[in-house]
């Protein structure tokens, strides 16, 4: 499996920066030894914001493997975060929240 570089964009400690820090740990759950993640805080490191071009806050970015990804906001649906970011698929994911269970 490769390994995957992933950058979270924060600014700040808001409850919304705290969220997306703990959905994308939700998300990477099984496969965080597969995982790179380093959170940047914007407005500690404004440099890298502004080199990376990061617009909004938060910021995931996926560099590597290709292609590279953005996904802006909270995470909070960790399936479509998992895809968009090509981790791969695992069985018994945490179930969004009003999600039925399978043959209901």
């Known amino acids: 499996m490769s390994k995957f570089e992933l950058r979270l964009y924060v600014a700040g400690q808001t409850s919304r920066s705290e969220q997306a820090i703990a959905n994308l740990y939700r998300t990477c759950e099984g496969v965080l030894d597969a995982c790179d993640i380093r959170i940047i805080d914007v407005l500690e490191q404004p440099m890298m914001a502004e080199e990376k071009r990061i617009l909004a ?29 090509g981790l791969p698929a695992k069985e018994g994911r945490v179930k969004e929240r009003g999600e039925k269970p399978h043959g209901c």
């Open 57 to 85: 806050t938060p910021t995931l970015v996926k560099s590597v493997p290709p292609p590279a990804r953005r996904i802006i906001g909270d995470l909070s649906d960790v399936r479509r975060v998992a895809r968009m970011l």
